[in-house]
Every structure is written in structure tokens, then in C-alpha cells.
């Protein structure tokens, strides 16, 4: 049996030519895999949500002793209060950074002046008013981030 010279250049061209394509292909994908990195996200409203609250404002505060806050300040939508008496119960919220190394995000709750947050229990509530704030905590509602100003 006789092989051609010309008939195996041109299957190995070929064969070449795919085998490339297949590499290619695989390395591609691979690669597309590798790209994916964990990052820290700090606590915040999602934000692909259709329902999702809007950012209003980013404030950073100084305390007393040399504590700080970094407040982001989301938008929501009201909510009807249980009685037809009551005012509508608030719909935004604040995503918090203390500088003890804490975060969290409270909801809204009813206040009669100024921006009032608090957790469910109601012992973490920061409150908010024109360039200040404060924290209270705990049972005794202790204040413990006091005459915070905005920077």
C-alpha cells in the first residue's frame, strides 16, 4: 500500500486545524471559570431586585471619643398601618459601618422628627437629624455613639 505525501500534509493540515479548535475552545471556557472572585461586600440593600429600595445618600459621621459611622440611606416604599388611624409605616432603611467593626442594615420604624432605625427588638437604634446622630443600645438604651456630626 502507497501512501501519498500530499494526501497526509493535507490530514494532518486538518487534523491540526481541529485539534487547535478544541484547545482553543476548552482553554476559553476555563478560563471564563477562573475569572470568578469572592469579594467582601459590605451590608447593603440588594440591588437587582425590581422592588429594590433606592440609595439616597451616603453621610459619614464623627462621634464622640473618636467613634465613626458610615450611614447609606435607602428609599422604600410606605407600608399602610394596621389602623386606619395611624400613619403609614416607614418604608426605608439605612445600611450601617461602625468603626468598632460592626455593620448591619435597620429598617425604618415610625419617628415624630427626624430619621429613626431600629432592629426588631429594638435594642440597636440609630437615630438621624439634619447633620447629626446617635446610637442607643442594649435594655438600658445606652447611648453609645454619641454627638455624631456629619463630616
Do not use: H
Not at 440588594?46 to 459619614?60: D, G, H
Not at 447633620?131 to 438600658?140: D, H, L, P, R, S
Request: proline fraction near 6%; charged fraction near 20%.
Amino acid at each position: 500500500m502507497k501512501i501519498e505525501w500530499n494526501k497526509v500534509t493535507w490530514y494532518s493540515k486538518l487534523l491540526a486545524v481541529i485539534l487547535f479548535v478544541v484547545v482553543f475552545c476548552v482553554g476559553f471556557d476555563l478560563g471564563k471559570n477562573s475569572e470568578k472572585v469572592d469579594y467582601v461586600v459590605l451590608p447593603t440593600v440588594p440591588v437587582n431586585n425590581a422592588n429594590t429600595p433606592k440609595l439616597i445618600n451616603t453621610v459619614s459621621y464623627s462621634c464622640d471619643g473618636g467613634k465613626t459611622i458610615l450611614a447609606k440611606y435607602y428609599q422604600g416604599e410606605d407600608k399602610p398601618s394596621p389602623g386606619g388611624d395611624q400613619p403609614p409605616i416607614p418604608g426605608g432603611s439605612v445600611a450601617l459601618v461602625l468603626s468598632d467593626g460592626r455593620s448591619m442594615t435597620l429598617p425604618q420604624t415610625i419617628s415624630a422628627d427626624g430619621g429613626r432605625y431600629a432592629n426588631a427588638d429594638e435594642s440597636f437604634v440609630f437615630w438621624s437629624k439634619g447633620t447629626g446622630a446617635f446610637i442607643m443600645e442594649g435594655k438600658n438604651s445606652d447611648t453609645t455613639y454619641n454627638n455624631c456630626v456629619s463630616k
